[in-house]
Nanobody, 123 residues
């Protein structure tokens, strides 16, 4: 079992930045692929970014490429999502997830999820 706890969300103006953190506990001896997803009000949860188990490769949805960066610190068992140039359409609850890493963009590929952290971008 792995427990994930996100933090770092908040209210920011358009063009601002936030850094989300996701701390893992429990079976941290097993290295998982890590993903960030988001869910806006009235919309389905969608893929944002993912990182392979090795940390060598990253994947992003098109709308955040060049603005968001996913990274991991294996010593601290933490995954980060640096979000720059935030836009109102980035407003959502952001979730961290861990999984085996077969289909990085697919929600069902992830076994463990955090509780989410709210990001609100004001115009």
């Amino acid at each position: 079992q792995v427990q994930l706890v996100e933090s770092g969300g908040g209210l920011v103006q358009t063009g601002g930045s936030l850094r989300l953190s996701c701390v893992a506990s429990g079976r941290t001896d097993v290295r998982y692929a890590m993903g960030w997803f988001r869910q806006a009000p009235g919309k389905e949860r969608e893929f944002v970014a993912a990182l392979t188990r090795s940390g060598q490769y990253t994947f992003y949805t098109d709308s955040v490429k060049g603005r968001f960066t996913i990274s991991r610190d294996n010593i601290r068992h933490t995954v980060y999502l640096q979000m720059d140039s935030l836009q109102p359409e980035d407003t959502a609850v952001y979730y961290c997830a861990a999984g085996p890493g077969f289909e990085y963009r697919r929600i069902t590929d992830y076994n463990y999820w955090g509780q989410g952290t709210q990001v609100t971008v004001s115009s």
